[in-house]
């Protein structure tokens, strides 16, 4: 098992920043991938960036060269650091965390970020 704790959410301006963070225990040592997807109302779940326990990442389209997703395996956290944010940026995120080998998934709770135009 795996337990996911974010934080970081909020409200803020069109052009500002945010940093989410997410804190990951329990079974850690099983963890290949973490990342932060979002669902807007209305709409899919969508994966926002993700990276791998190599460093290896990977972002959709909308966020590149926005959004910096990090990972500190000491403290088994990882980061999504926003900037520039946009209006269409508004969802509810949510941290996952993929534990080997049998490609399992676990969700954090979820953290509202709202950003005004």
């Known amino acids: 098992q795996v337990q996911l704790v974010e934080s970081g959410g909020g409200l803020v301006q069109a052009g500002g920043s945010l940093r989410l963070s997410c804190a990951a225990s329990?079974?850690?040592?099983?963890?290949?991938?973490m990342g932060w997807y979002r669902q807007a109302p209305g709409k899919q779940r969508e994966l926002v960036a993700d990276?791998?326990?190599?460093?290896?990442?990977s972002y959709a389209d909308s966020v590149k060269g926005r959004f910096t997703i990090s990972r500190d395996n000491a403290k088994n956290t990882v980061y999504l650091q926003m900037d520039s944010l946009k209006p269409e940026d508004t969802a509810v995120y949510y941290c996952?965390?993929?534990?080997?080998?049998?490609?399992?998934?676990?969700w954090g709770q979820g953290t509202q970020v709202t950003v005004s135009s």
């Open positions: 329990g079974s850690i040592f099983r963890i290949n991938v």
């Open positions: 990276i791998t326990s190599g460093g290896i990442t």
């Open positions: 996952n965390a993929r534990t080997m080998p049998y490609m399992r998934d676990y």
